[in-house]
């Protein structure tokens, strides 16, 4: 295997799981306010690329212009609509659950995941078209050809998705660090119990975290169909499970790792299907029906060597 | 001078454990009024009364003539900032992070405004480091505004409670055992800053177990035994009474026989 090669997989790689730490971030920062996983998130990032979907199709003008002057549009109308379904599920399926036993928002989180994928499947049609979406629909494609870096091709959509990812990651880390509500969401993290008693309204502050979140998420859905061309009512099922695992593996509750983690899965998934190939040992074990394979294995082996994450802290201060 | 506090048969049950019973307490403004009893006579129960964390079972508690609301973060706003028996502070975050979090209720920050970093998030942010750094040098920490709060020091740990509460701005403070852990001379520099919180203008509602401090400091001291109040009165006359004497160490012999 050559040295380009070699980059071409790490590029590649850098892209997916720059897009996996977007969605893991949502998943980082409800965990760490309430310690429950938002098995829904997939759905919620899922939701974003159909929002986006939606407009393009429907409303005529934005097909009449260049897709990256209708792509602002594209992605507010994502954010909105993933930012509404996250802010009712946690409104209605898991504030109403608050202080039950830890099963039980886990259990009304797989229900919402089934409910939004069948609203989307069923209600959701196509210009010409009265059927629900069964199958993959085809996403707006940039029509410019891949840039050729020293001989790395790295898609438009590919080189969008690290902005749009560093810009996120810049942004959220500045706005938890250096405004008051961000102090006031790492109170809460710390202990909601006190920060309650600081005059915070930590219903409030959770209602942003989900919001966050999904922003992210939906983000991340609008440059995944960019990239692959496609969106379906079910992709949120697996990519939602990357994320998970990107968020445990960079350390549960950490938002830069959070990050680092999907960085780390995307090259993973990335190698795996590149790279095996040439190590005749693990031939059989390569290509791209492995990556998932290797990404859990990877998953599991963190967990049992650093159950608390590449990046997280041992847990030592929540009393 | 005027009544800040005013609890009037506050009463708070657990099941069929009645732990506070039909407690009266006022506290006037510029007061020190302490609090004393036996362990689990209730006075921190009744702090958490005071703070909405409970909602007593009976009995209704106003500050400055309008009811507590039920919630904390409302009752922070209404002007009751407390410290904790065990110390909570925002461990993982700097000294000076966690007296701009006790700034929360005085502070207004436009989402949109921090987004775009606009005037009002520049003023807001400003407003709340200067408080939070005159707050830190006036219970003695100027120098560690940049730590991170676990590496304080245990009597530094318990002066940064009381900057963050101070930094609400209330009008009144309730420490629940402000010197417990601290060695005699840690303790008389806390007196010194409770004295000092009083001259700011802050009444100050005490939960304390060292007898000197609360003969030093307080204008009025109340006992709590079993969940009712025994006593209240002047310091002196609250130390000489008998029945405060028997709560705390028994009734003498020849009495029980």
């Given at each position: 295997?050559?040295?380009?090669?070699?980059?071409?997989?790490?590029?590649?790689?850098?892209?997916?799981?720059?897009?996996?730490?977007?969605?893991?971030?949502?998943?980082?920062m409800?965990?760490?306010?309430?310690?429950?996983?938002?098995?829904?998130?997939?759905?919620?990032y899922?939701?974003?690329?159909?929002?986006?979907?939606?407009?393009?199709?429907?409303?005529?003008?934005?097909?009449?212009?260049?897709?990256?002057?209708?792509?602002?549009?594209?992605?507010?109308?994502?954010?909105?609509?993933?930012?509404?379904?996250?802010?009712?599920?946690?409104?209605?399926?898991?504030?109403?659950?608050?202080?039950?036993?830890?099963?039980?928002?886990?259990?009304?989180?797989?229900?919402?995941?089934?409910?939004?994928?069948?609203?989307?499947?069923?209600?959701?049609?196509?210009?010409?078209?009265?059927?629900?979406v069964?199958?993959?629909?085809?996403?707006?494609?940039?029509?410019?050809?891949?840039?050729?870096?020293?001989?790395?091709?790295?898609?438009?959509?590919?080189?969008?998705?690290?902005?749009l990812?560093?810009?996120?990651?810049?942004?959220?880390?500045?706005?938890?660090?250096?405004?008051?509500?961000?102090?006031?969401?790492?109170?809460?993290?710390?202990?909601?119990?006190?920060?309650?008693?600081?005059?915070i309204?930590?219903?409030?502050?959770?209602?942003?975290?989900?919001?966050?979140?999904?922003?992210?998420?939906?983000?991340?859905?609008?440059?995944?169909?960019?990239?692959?061309?496609?969106?379906?009512?079910?992709?949120?099922?697996?990519?939602?499970?990357k994320?998970?695992?990107?968020?445990?593996?960079?350390?549960?509750?950490?938002?830069?790792?959070?990050?680092?983690?999907?960085?780390?899965?995307?090259?993973?998934?990335?190698?795996?299907?590149?790279?095996?190939?040439?190590?005749?040992?693990?031939?059989?074990?390569?290509?791209?029906?492995?990556?998932?394979?290797?990404?859990?294995?990877?998953?599991?082996?963190?967990?049992l060597?650093?159950?608390?994450?590449?990046?997280?802290?041992?847990?030592a201060?929540?009393? | 001078?005027?009544?800040?506090?005013?609890?009037?048969?506050?009463?708070?049950?657990?099941?069929?454990?009645?732990?506070?019973?039909?407690?009266?307490?006022?506290?006037?403004?510029?007061?020190?009024?302490?609090l004393?009893?036996?362990?689990?006579?209730?006075?921190?129960?009744?702090?958490?009364?005071?703070?909405?964390?409970?909602?007593?079972?009976?009995?209704?508690?106003?500050?400055?003539?309008?009811?507590?609301?039920?919630?904390?973060?409302?009752?922070?706003?209404?002007?009751?900032?407390?410290?904790?028996?065990?110390?909570?502070?925002?461990?993982?975050?700097?000294?000076?992070?966690?007296?701009?979090?006790?700034?929360?209720?005085?502070?207004?920050?436009?989402?949109l405004?921090?987004?775009?970093?606009?005037?009002?998030?520049?003023?807001?942010?400003?407003?709340?480091?200067?408080?939070?750094?005159?707050?830190?040098?006036f219970?003695?920490?100027?120098?560690?505004?940049?730590?991170?709060?676990?590496?304080?020091?245990?009597?530094?740990?318990?002066?940064?409670?009381?900057?963050?509460?101070?930094?609400?701005?209330?009008?009144?403070?309730?420490?629940?055992?402000?010197?417990?852990?601290?060695?005699?001379?840690?303790?008389?520099?806390?007196?010194?800053?409770?004295?000092?919180?009083?001259?700011?203008?802050?009444?100050?509602?005490?939960?304390?177990?060292?007898?000197?401090?609360?003969?030093?400091?307080?204008?009025?001291?109340?006992?709590?035994?079993?969940?009712?109040?025994?006593?209240?009165?002047?310091?002196a006359?609250?130390?000489?009474?008998?029945?405060?004497?028997?709560?705390?160490?028994?009734?003498?012999?020849?009495?029980?026989?």
């Open positions: 295997m050559t040295a380009t090669e070699l980059t071409q997989l790490l590029a590649d790689g850098l892209i997916l799981g720059s897009m996996y730490g977007l969605i893991a971030v949502g998943y980082t409800v965990y760490g306010i309430l310690q429950i996983i938002n098995f829904a998130h997939g759905e919620i899922m939701l974003g690329g159909f929002g986006a979907l939606f407009v393009y199709a429907w409303v005529p003008g934005l097909r009449a212009i260049p897709l990256w002057a209708a792509l602002p549009v594209l992605l507010v109308v994502a954010v909105a609509v993933s930012v509404a379904a996250a802010t009712g599920a946690e409104r209605f399926a898991y504030r109403p659950l608050r202080g039950a036993p830890r099963l039980a928002p886990l259990i009304s989180a797989i229900g919402l995941s089934l409910f939004l994928q069948q609203v989307v499947f069923n209600f959701f049609t196509l210009p010409g078209s009265s059927m629900g069964t199958a993959p629909v085809p996403f707006p494609q940039f029509e410019t050809a891949p840039l050729d870096l020293a001989g790395v091709q790295v898609s438009v959509a590919g080189l969008l998705t690290l902005a990812a560093a810009f996120g990651m810049v942004a959220l880390t500045w706005f938890v660090r250096r405004t008051r509500t961000g102090r006031a969401m790492q109170a809460t993290a710390q202990d909601p119990a006190t920060a309650r008693l600081m005059g309204d930590t219903d409030r502050i959770i209602v942003i975290a989900f919001a966050i979140g999904a922003a992210l998420a939906a983000v991340a859905c609008v440059t995944q169909g960019l990239r692959l061309g496609t969106v379906s009512y079910n992709m949120g099922f697996i990519t939602g499970l994320g998970f695992t990107a968020a445990v593996l960079g350390g549960i509750g950490n938002i830069q790792g959070a990050m680092a983690g999907g960085v780390v899965l995307g090259l993973a998934e990335s190698l795996a299907s590149g790279a095996l190939p040439h190590i005749d040992a693990l031939a059989m074990f390569s290509g791209s029906v492995w990556k998932d394979v290797w990404a859990f294995v990877i998953l599991i082996v963190v967990l060597i650093r159950p608390q994450g590449l990046f997280g802290e041992r847990v201060d929540r009393a | 001078m005027s009544t800040l506090l005013r609890a009037d048969g506050v009463t708070m049950r657990f099941g069929g454990l009645t732990a506070v019973d039909r407690v009266d307490l006022t506290v006037d403004s510029g007061e020190i009024v302490g004393i009893g036996p362990n689990g006579a209730g006075k921190t129960t009744f702090f958490n009364c005071l703070t909405g964390l409970y909602v007593p079972t009976e009995g209704e508690v106003r500050f400055r003539g309008a009811l507590l609301p039920p919630r904390p973060a409302k009752v922070t706003r209404a002007g009751i900032a407390r410290t904790f028996q065990n110390i909570r502070l925002f461990a993982g975050m700097t000294v000076l992070e966690n007296v701009m979090v006790g700034r929360h209720t005085r502070t207004r920050e436009g989402l405004s921090a987004i775009g970093r606009g005037p009002r998030y520049r003023r807001t942010e400003r407003e709340s480091r200067t408080v939070g750094r005159e707050l830190l040098e219970v003695g920490l100027g120098g560690h505004a940049r730590e991170t709060a676990r590496n304080l020091s245990y009597g530094g740990q318990r002066r940064l409670e009381i900057a963050r509460a101070l930094a609400s701005d209330p009008g009144l403070l309730l420490l629940d055992e402000p010197t417990a852990g601290m060695n005699p001379q840690e303790t008389r520099e806390t007196e010194q800053l409770v004295c000092a919180i009083r001259d700011r203008g802050v009444a100050v509602l005490v939960i304390e177990h060292d007898m000197r401090f609360i003969m030093n400091l307080c204008d009025r001291v109340a006992v709590l035994v079993q969940g009712s109040k025994l006593v209240e009165g002047a310091p006359d609250v130390q000489a009474d008998p029945r405060v004497v028997e709560a705390y160490l028994g009734a003498p012999q020849e009495e029980t026989a």
